[in-house]
């Protein structure tokens, strides 16, 4: 994977190899940063750059800071125009991952939120698939428990909290599947590792409420919308039982990395009949399309850059 030349750290546009922290730092030592994940993907028809919903990944951003303590001296528009500046300064041509980050910046030893200097970072990278297995992934039901928001913040997306994550995928992985669904304390499905999940039961589009411990996902959302708006089915938020993801006609999982990950097996029981379900198949085809900015009516989902 391709980094970026430039980074956006401690106030500036800086070669990616000056953009250096120090082994003390807070942030490091304790997990004390804040992130998003959002991509920008290239039309290669019309050789432009258009950057997905970055006013939704800064405003989730500047909330997850806020529950951390955490002030910046930018708002979203303030972000979205150094982000602009940064692509800009890379001049890119394919698909790509932004990562920003607020981070806890004083270097030394004390486990704490306040008192301490706020940092914003940014680099870029290439990016392509995150799930290799898009079309048929297996899930398993993980070992591991979703974060309790009662334990960290589990609608902040909080570097420290993707231990929990990183447990879930490798354990996932190591023992041959593609991705994960976690339970969470209650034992009703969360998500997976780094994706949001969505069933579909008796043809409604069915997805745990935000309530259930869930990173409230900007793809989950656009999803939602889609499917109400562009499919005209019924979306229901509520809490999903281990079981009924066995039952379900359609699995699928979104994120900004993940896109939509159709998942055709659990724990080697045959999702519906076993292959891609039509209403995946037509919601990936839109959000493709939607996030290259090929749909008029979405427009507003896209930041040219
Ligand atoms: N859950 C977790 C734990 C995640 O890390 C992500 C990726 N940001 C998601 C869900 C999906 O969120 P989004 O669609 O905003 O990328």
């Given amino acids: 994977m391709d980094l970026s030349k430039h980074a956006f750290f401690e106030g500036k546009i800086v070669p990616l190899s000056d953009a250096k922290i120090n082994i003390a730092t807070h942030g490091f030592l304790y997990g004390t940063a804040v992130?998003?994940?959002m991509r920008a993907y290239w039309n290669d028809e019309e050789k432009r750059l258009f950057v997905f919903r970055p006013y939704d990944h800064f405003h989730r951003l500047l909330n997850s800071a806020r529950m951390m303590a955490m002030n910046i001296p930018y708002d979203e528009k303030g972000l979205i125009q150094l982000t602009l500046d940064l692509l800009r300064t890379d001049d890119w041509h394919e698909d790509i991952y932004l990562r920003p980050t607020i981070y806890k910046a004083d270097m030394g030893i004390g486990v704490r939120?306040?008192?301490l200097r706020d940092e914003f970072s940014m680099f870029v990278m290439e990016f392509g698939k995150y799930v290799k297995n898009d079309t048929n992934a297996h899930l398993t039901f993980s070992s591991w428990r979703r974060i309790d928001d009662n334990v960290i913040p589990a609608r902040g997306k909080v570097a420290g909290a993707y231990a929990n994550s990183a447990l879930i995928k490798t354990d996932a992985n190591r023992a041959g599947f593609d991705e994960a669904i976690v339970l969470d304390n209650?034992?009703?499905?969360?998500e997976g590792s780094a994706m949001n999940i969505f069933m579909v039961r008796d043809g409604i589009l069915v997805t745990p409420p935000s309530t259930d411990n869930?990173?409230?996902?900007i793809t989950r959302r656009s999803v939602i919308e889609l499917a109400r708006n562009e499919l005209g089915l019924q979306v229901?938020?509520?809490?999903?039982d281990r079981t009924e993801v066995f039952v379900a006609e359609e699995l699928f999982m979104t994120g900004t990395a993940a896109q939509i990950v159709a998942a055709t097996k659990v724990d080697h029981r045959p999702v519906g009949n076993g292959v891609m379900g039509p209403i995946t198949e037509k919601l990936r085809g839109l959000f493709d399309d939607i996030v290259r900015a090929k749909h008029p009516k979405y427009q507003s989902w896209n930041v040219e850059v």
């Fill in 35 to 37: 992130f998003s994940g």
């Fill in 113 to 115: 939120l306040h008192d």
């Fill in 186 to 190: 209650n034992g009703h499905v969360s």
């Fill in 214 to 217: 869930i990173l409230e996902g």
């Fill in 236 to 240: 229901l938020e509520r809490s999903i």
